[in-house]
């Protein structure tokens, strides 16, 4: 069952919706929030009730012409007379057309390819893309098995290797907190978030990513369109966030999507699979806002490495690919020789330890309701996989920070400072790009 989207008028959303009830602007944001998923999903069954969902043809080809189209139905009109009556002639006939046709296609598959080669010339990316889909296997596992079982089993699958990555250092992660639970306290330097106004709400859907979960009340893109006249309800939910310094129960469910990593991968190995995660529209917005807070006071207090690129206005591929050129050739032009050595973490944000993450964020003198919003963001999450309309149980999260969030990738950059410190402390040059680690040694 779907919501037709050709119904999907902002304008009759809006009118269905009707104005944020103003006697619950006092309520707690928890209630808020089911207030908002309960109004939402009726004002969409109003101007859009489901329906079944057709089965869609699939996309011809690209290079497969009208011609083409002809050439297939006069091929099925000589099958249907040869079946009749099964005489030789019509065979024949069949057989000849059938040649014809397999020439014409193959005819037609190479001059659309001749041209996406010529075209792409001088664009190196997409030539690659019209290589691979030549080089590239299609899959031949046949149907997914889109079973709640398989979907299950994805979720121990995923798991599973976090639990096994966090058991070989779970002693030494315990040490780590305890050492940064004692570490001495830092005079609070942010207790406390600033409240949002209807522009600064109208922006944050205006500028975020319209990516809908299937947990949203209504398709992202309907609220980015009509975000007119929700502005007073984000804005709302958002306000009594920051003032509870909590972030909302029902906005922690992740739902993980496991991606192939290559089409030419066996999708009966679950270690083929990438899972891909994604939150609630609504869960994002409240990200957006406390993340512009936070980013402003990392740029204040100076407080990440330099040498960390990655999730930083500033400091992305570029940055951090110069950085490490720069540093090899410095020292190539003094006669040394470097030794470089690339570290890439297992799993890395899904196995941040919470209690040495919240211990940084003290440590970095974060205090009050913005402290406790941000152990309130991490704990008590869990995610379920979903495969076509299967979906497993919920799986609570112990560790981790959330992925396709919008506030993890910042809190991450937060818990691997000190790597940079430590590295260096032994002699050694290091960059830092996300997950990656450059160790360079001359």
């Not at 996309?59 to 000589?78: D, G, N, S, V, Y």
């Not at 006071?297 to 050129?325: I, K, N, W, Y």
């Not at 704990?379 to 560790?399: F, H, I, K, W, Y």
Request: net charge neutral; glycine share 8%; hydrophobic share 45%.
């Amino acid at each position: 069952m779907v919501h037709p989207r050709r119904l999907m008028d902002p304008e009759g959303f809006l009118t269905a919706l009707g104005e944020f009830p103003a006697s619950s602007a006092g309520d707690p944001v928890d209630a808020l929030v089911s207030l908002w998923n309960g109004e939402m999903t009726r004002a969409i069954d109003t101007i859009a009730p489901e329906r079944p969902l057709s089965s869609n043809r699939a996309k011809p080809a690209p290079w497969f012409t009208e011609e083409l189209a002809a050439m297939k139905r006069k091929k099925r009109e000589l099958e249907c007379v040869w079946r009749s009556g099964y005489n030789e002639s019509d065979r024949t006939r069949l057989g000849s057309y059938l040649r014809a046709y397999v020439a014409a296609i193959k005819a037609a598959r190479r001059v659309h390819l001749v041209a996406n080669i010529a075209s792409a010339q001088n664009r190196p990316a997409a030539l690659f893309r019209v290589i691979r889909g030549l080089l590239t296997p299609t899959n031949q596992g046949g149907s997914p098995d889109n079973s709640a079982a398989r979907c299950e089993a994805f979720a121990r699958f995923f798991a599973d290797k976090v639990a096994l990555i966090r058991s070989d250092f779970d002693t030494i992660l315990t040490a780590v907190s305890e050492d940064v639970m004692s570490a001495p306290a830092c005079p609070v330097l942010l207790d406390s978030f600033q409240l949002v106004e209807l522009e600064d709400v109208d922006k944050i859907l205006g500028e975020a990513r319209p990516t809908t979960c299937i947990l949203d009340p209504c398709p992202s893109w309907l609220v980015r369109e009509a975000r007119g006249g929700l502005a007073e309800w984000v804005k709302v939910v958002v306000n009594a966030s920051l003032r509870e310094g909590k972030f909302p129960a029902s906005l922690k469910m992740a739902v993980i999507k496991p991606l192939l990593k290559k089409p030419s991968l066996d999708p009966t190995q679950f270690g083929n699979f990438q899972p891909i995660s994604n939150l609630p529209y609504l869960g994002k917005v409240l990200e957006h806002v406390v993340a512009s807070q936070l980013q402003g006071f990392l740029v204040d207090t100076d407080f990440l490495d330099p040498a960390q690129s990655g999730f930083r206005l500033g400091h992305g591929t570029e940055t951090a690919l110069v950085a490490l050129v720069d540093d090899l050739r410095r020292k190539l032009d003094r006669g040394s020789v470097s030794l470089l050595v690339l570290l890439d973490l297992s799993a890395a944000f899904n196995t941040v330890d919470h209690g040495i993450l919240l211990g940084r964020l003290a440590g970095m003198g974060l205090g009050g309701t913005v402290l406790q919003r941000l152990h309130s963001f991490l704990e008590g999450r869990s995610q379920m996989v979903s495969l076509g309309d299967a979906c497993s149980a919920p799986q609570p999260l112990t560790c981790g920070v959330p992925q396709g969030s919008v506030l993890s990738p910042m809190l991450f950059n937060i818990y691997m400072k000190p790597l940079g410190e430590i590295i260096r402390s032994f002699g050694v040059r290091c960059h830092l790009y996300a997950d990656d680690v450059q160790l360079c040694h001359s």
